[in-house]
């Protein structure tokens, strides 16, 4: 593998402030290599094992490690997404002496973790909770790291002298470091699944295990030594809700895994796309494919979107940054909750739906497992039910707001609302230097109006429901079709929208901005038009109009197919990560599925592809 | 497994005609138990011939295979898509001894299948074709059976005193029955595939490999001793696609394996559904998570879907029996070509969509390889690319009745696409009986309309555009992004909802025929959901009424969830193929995974649960 390549402007652009931390740590992995396809499921939990070691050992995550602040770690390390889709897992470990595992699901209660039926009891004679499991139900369950790793953080029902105060969680050893079980606990292997085989998923059983008092983790409610029961937080539902506002940044790093997936299976489709030849006129060469409009209609949007993501992460990153670095508790930051949500929701949809375009626009090539494609869906697959169903989460979101109003005055939730969710971001944007079109819908203004103006629809539409039935709220899933979750992404929309403005708007580069502004009127039509239904219904969009829209979008993806090559080779994914043979990168295993990289219209790619050679 | 029960009067009537030669195989493959998961590339291969030489003595194969009358083998045999997705290639192969493979595609050539670059010269001193491959992309590619097989239907170039007369298809040796290699030929292992595992493809080699004169295959043309060439057919592209029309059957085929996977991946998700508990009002028991409305829409569409196109794979194999049994050539069937190609591309479609739902609303339970939709998705997902890719395929059939027109006058474009697909059934069913709501958007009769009436203009607007470059027509892709493509799946989702009215109005048993009238206008009523933007831009739907059909979806989709469980049981799956513990089948080696099936409405149901706890 040759050095890194000093990069573009726009890859620069891309990577954002810490650029020097990402090619820092690109320069690490790309000589790893630590990458396989055909292994046993031990073989691939020991090989994903080395590749943490290889990580972790890098002098700038020792660093990082020693260092006592830990900020921005979601912008500095991101860059690991693509080195392994389980980037977000290894980043919460900090040290490989002893390792983790966070055991809060179990076989009864996934989605509605609230109802965990693990129970806790203070012995105050001996000062020591005993964990145990009371039914199968009560089994944890989809436990990372459960067959290797050394201490559990376990939540459980906490019960003292009989009463309940709703889960808590507590530190749980598991097993020594020669591998010995802690008494009282066992652990199975849950073994096979779709993807993720380099983690270990397995079930963790508790008969009556003694921790000591101080194994409480007692941020949100401690025991004194004679079964006082004490927290600054009195409903149990608003302390359960903090405990799980810790999982805020996970869910961000999961979109940004999300992310990473798919720029990877797009650097695969769109080089492919450009070098693979198939149809044409009579009596010439065949035409690249990506020439046909099926191909950069299915993949243009993608790219887009991608795009849109990398700038909304970075913006959704700073503001849990600033959050943290000012001593805010997340659980209090409503809005960045509902953000990232509703962003770990729609960037995990949008990585499905974009890498199964990936699969189908690269043929049986891209059914084969060493183009990689079919390795990150099935990895990726599970990030739209883990860490909070995708479904059930957005839901949630919008019930806590409910709640939340229920102590409030009844008219307030309106303007409650609206206060949570009016951080928008349209006022800031200037966008008359982007509308280069003829008509309206051409203009960004008129998207970015489109989405804004759905969002608050759904928002009133919302709030009217909830003045009519909020004396006597029945919390149920089956309310709530259209109105919550469409809302929820439909605000995360309007983010990636806006915030992809505003990055075109703040990038200094001509020619990178105009680049950039194309692949945005692209987002922004593309969203749009997905949602034109709706709008056709609200008589916001005109019959004539819709189709206008469907043009426009045609239009825009055939504009950018060839700028594609450039915006893949711009997200400087070091090749050993990249893998396929399809993307032209060499693998001795499968000769056969080389296709060397297609001329391309920038040096940066051409610097990329001679490295790329030398393999 | 307990013997299979008594069928109900509806899995009869779901079976059809041969439903006794299909119960007669479930009870066959009911005692098999060559099913895993967690094996080697080379033991699942293994396995998978185990399987096939399992099904293939069953009596009843046996006894077929002997039979000289080869007909309705699709509706006969299609029982055995849930034994294995892989029925549609066994079904091809008739005996054991020695197996063969299909060569079509090369390297360089997949969906544009016509550029092949094999060659056969032919030999007159010797009477012999060489088959050769000149370059890199002429190799032959993804060849089933690759590793193992005996002959290979390869197709080539066939050339005569340097003279090309297009594609021809010859049988060329490979290997004899102790593995030995004919002279010439080499073949590789292209190994680990997303899935398919039990299948070997393989890259297939010719170096000047020499086979006798009679190995053409000479349907289509025929080379005398001294190497003159006949053709009944004049024209090289009509004769590649008289050859092509044999892949006719096999696309059936597919369509008939993608809906056994949607049928398999419902019955799993359905019974889940009902047994799993999340959620729930406040002090209550938890909810059955059916009952959730985001948990009903995303499955119950589907399953109206997989019963819609169990009537109408009935409906085109009869066509295609019609036909054959009539000594009818399948390649100057155009409309039953451009059915099965349609049904092709929206069956696997919705195939993928609907098990990616299931994998969904299944949770981590349907990311657990032994709850079998991890390996049901990665199994068919390549059905949506492979026999024609769907979206080339579409297009295919367009331009073929582009090509047609050239040689006719030249405004007989529009009565001559009239003609062949003015078949509908439209004219044959009496709606009336099925209308139950109260309004316009409710009746059968409307959406059948509404379906129609989008086909006849995606049809005069490519009639139109034909027109208009009829003279000079270039057959790029690009040129075609919604019409061509579009009207071919606007076919089949008329003729899917006409087959199943049809089916519907022809049902005997009150009960059953009220059930699946639900169902028919649930179908109907998604489709025309699925496409409510294109009826709103055609003003063909007003704003009011597409919202309508939105309340009309959520309405039926409630209104069947209870049903779903009858239906699923009356797919009438035997359960060693179904598996899944979250299905209510025990699986010794993954116990922790088993959820009991529910109380079901039906006595069906009971016999069914009895026959499973005994397991």
Same mark, same amino acid.
């Given at each position: 593998?040759?050095?890194?390549?000093?990069?573009?402007?726009?890859?620069?652009?891309?990577?954002?402030?810490?650029?020097?931390?990402?090619?820092?740590?690109?320069?690490?992995?790309?000589?790893?290599?630590?990458?396989?396809?055909?292994?046993?499921?031990?073989?691939?939990?020991?090989?994903?094992?080395?590749?943490?070691?290889?990580?972790?050992?890098?002098?700038?995550?020792?660093?990082?490690?020693?260092?006592?602040?830990?900020?921005?770690?979601?912008?500095?390390?991101?860059?690991?997404?693509?080195?392994?889709?389980?980037?977000?897992?290894?980043?919460?470990?900090?040290?490989?002496?002893?390792?983790?595992?966070?055991?809060?699901?179990?076989?009864?209660?996934?989605?509605?973790?609230?109802?965990?039926?693990?129970?806790?009891?203070?012995?105050?004679?001996?000062?020591?909770?005993?964990?145990?499991?009371?039914?199968?139900?009560?089994?944890?369950?989809?436990?990372?790291?459960?067959?290797?790793?050394?201490?559990?953080?376990?939540?459980?029902?906490?019960?003292?002298?009989?009463?309940?105060?709703?889960?808590?969680?507590?530190?749980?050893?598991?097993?020594?470091?020669?591998?010995?079980?802690?008494?009282?606990?066992?652990?199975?292997?849950?073994?096979?699944?779709?993807?993720?085989?380099?983690?270990?998923?397995?079930?963790?059983?508790?008969?009556?295990?003694?921790?000591?008092?101080?194994?409480?983790?007692?941020?949100?409610?401690?025991?004194?030594?004679?079964?006082?029961?004490?927290?600054?937080?009195?409903?149990?539902?608003?302390?359960?809700?903090?405990?799980?506002?810790?999982?805020?940044?996970?869910?961000?790093?999961?979109?940004?895994?999300?992310?990473?997936?798919?720029?990877?299976?797009?650097?695969?489709?769109?080089?492919?796309?450009?070098?693979?030849?198939?149809?044409?006129?009579?009596?010439?060469?065949?035409?690249?494919?990506?020439?046909?409009?099926?191909?950069?209609?299915?993949?243009?949007?993608?790219?887009?979107?991608?795009?849109?993501?990398?700038?909304?992460?970075?913006?959704?990153?700073?503001?849990?940054?600033?959050?943290?670095?000012?001593?805010?508790?997340?659980?209090?930051?409503?809005?960045?909750?509902?953000?990232?949500?509703?962003?770990?929701?729609?960037?995990?949809?949008?990585?499905?739906?974009?890498?199964?375009?990936?699969?189908?626009?690269?043929?049986?090539?891209?059914?084969?497992?060493?183009?990689?494609?079919?390795?990150?869906?099935?990895?990726?697959?599970?990030?739209?039910?883990?860490?909070?169903?995708?479904?059930?989460?957005?839901?949630?979101?919008?019930?806590?707001?409910?709640?939340?109003?229920?102590?409030?005055?009844?008219?307030?939730?309106?303007?409650?609302?609206?206060?949570?969710? $009016?951080?928008? %971001? /349209?006022?800031? #944007? +200037?966008?008359?230097? @982007?509308?280069?079109?003829?008509?309206?819908?051409? *203009?960004?203004?008129?998207?970015?109006?489109?989405?804004?103006?759905?969002?608050?629809?759904?928002?009133?539409?919302?709030?009217?429901?909830?003045?009519?039935?909020?004396?006597?709220?029945?919390?149920?899933?089956?309310?709530?079709?259209?109105?919550?979750?469409?809302?929820?992404?439909?605000?995360?929309?309007?983010?990636?929208?806006?915030?992809?403005?505003?990055?075109?708007?703040?990038?200094?580069?001509?020619?990178?901005?105009?680049?950039?502004?194309?692949?945005?009127?692209?987002?922004?039509?593309?969203?749009?038009?997905?949602?034109?239904?709706?709008?056709?219904?609200?008589?916001?969009? $005109?019959?004539? %109009? /819709?189709?206008? #829209? +469907?043009?426009?979008? @045609?239009?825009?993806?055939?504009?950018?197919?060839? *700028?594609?090559?450039?915006?893949?080779?711009?997200?400087?994914?070091?090749?050993?990560?990249?893998?396929?043979?399809?993307?032209?990168?060499?693998?001795?295993?499968?000769?056969?599925?080389?296709?060397?990289?297609?001329?391309?219209?920038?040096?940066?790619?051409?610097?990329?592809?001679?490295?790329?050679?030398?393999?």
């Amino acid at each position: 593998m040759a050095a890194p390549h000093s990069p573009s402007s726009l890859s620069r652009y891309l990577d954002g402030e810490f650029w020097k931390i990402r090619d820092n740590l690109r320069e690490g992995i790309s000589n790893c290599e630590l990458f396989h396809y055909d292994l046993s499921l031990d073989q691939i939990r020991d090989l994903t094992a080395d590749r943490l070691h290889y990580a972790m050992k890098l002098p700038l995550m020792q660093r990082h490690l020693t260092d006592q602040v830990k900020e921005s770690w979601v912008q500095k390390f991101s860059i690991l997404c693509f080195f392994s889709p389980l980037f977000y897992l290894y980043i919460n470990l900090q040290n490989l002496a002893f390792t983790g595992m966070f055991a809060l699901t179990e076989r009864g209660h996934g989605s509605n973790a609230r109802g965990i039926l693990t129970e806790a009891h203070y012995e105050p004679a001996t000062q020591e909770f005993i964990i145990h499991t009371p039914c199968e139900d009560a089994q944890k369950m989809y436990i990372g790291n459960a067959m290797k790793g050394h201490y559990a953080a376990v939540f459980a029902q906490l019960i003292i002298k009989g009463e309940p105060h709703g889960p808590h969680c507590f530190i749980v050893p598991i097993r020594d470091q020669h591998g010995v079980m802690w008494p009282g606990v066992t652990a199975f292997d849950m073994r096979h699944k779709e993807g993720l085989h380099g983690v270990d998923n397995g079930i963790l059983i508790f008969d009556h295990v003694r921790i000591p008092r101080e194994n409480l983790l007692d941020k949100f409610g401690s025991v004194s030594a004679d079964g006082k029961y004490s927290s600054r937080i009195r409903s149990k539902g608003t302390r359960f809700n903090a405990m799980i506002a810790a999982l805020t940044p996970t869910r961000l790093a999961l979109t940004v895994q999300a992310m990473a997936a798919m720029k990877l299976g797009l650097i695969i489709a769109v080089r492919y796309s450009h070098s693979r030849r198939q149809f044409g006129p009579k009596d010439q060469d065949e035409v690249k494919i990506i020439e046909h409009q099926t191909q950069y209609l299915r993949l243009m949007p993608h790219l887009a979107t991608s795009l849109a993501l990398t700038f909304t992460v970075r913006y959704a990153a700073r503001l849990m940054d600033d959050a943290l670095s000012q001593g805010q508790d997340l659980q209090s930051n409503r809005p960045l909750q509902a953000l990232v949500a509703g962003l770990k929701a729609y960037s995990t949809w949008a990585n499905v739906v974009c890498l199964q375009e990936c699969r189908e626009c690269t043929g049986g090539m891209g059914f084969m497992m060493e183009n990689r494609i079919p390795s990150l869906k099935c990895d990726s697959d599970v990030f739209v039910t883990f860490e909070g169903d995708n479904m059930v989460m957005l839901q949630v979101v919008v019930r806590e707001l409910m709640t939340q109003y229920t102590k409030q005055f009844e008219d307030s939730i309106v303007t409650g609302m609206i206060r949570n969710w $009016s951080s928008s %971001a /349209s006022d800031r #944007i +200037r966008t008359s230097f @982007l509308g280069f079109s003829v008509d309206k819908v051409g *203009d960004l203004s008129f998207l970015l109006k489109a989405l804004s103006y759905r969002e608050r629809v759904l928002q009133r539409s919302l709030a009217a429901r909830l003045y009519a039935k909020v004396m006597n709220i029945t919390l149920s899933l089956s309310t709530s079709f259209d109105c919550p979750s469409f809302l929820n992404i439909a605000k995360s929309l309007l983010v990636t929208l806006e915030q992809f403005a505003l990055a075109v708007q703040e990038c200094q580069v001509k020619d990178d901005q105009d680049l950039l502004s194309k692949f945005c009127l692209l987002h922004g039509t593309s969203l749009v038009y997905q949602e034109r239904a709706w709008y056709l219904e609200h008589n916001y969009l $005109s019959p004539g %109009a /819709s189709r206008q #829209i +469907r043009n426009q979008l @045609l239009e825009l993806c055939r504009s950018v197919k060839d *700028d594609a090559l450039k915006v893949v080779a711009d997200f400087n994914f070091p090749s050993c990560c990249i893998q396929a043979p399809i993307a032209g990168v060499v693998n001795p295993r499968a000769e056969w599925g080389f296709y060397p990289l297609s001329e391309s219209p920038v040096s940066q790619s051409h610097a990329q592809q001679r490295a790329m050679s030398k393999l």
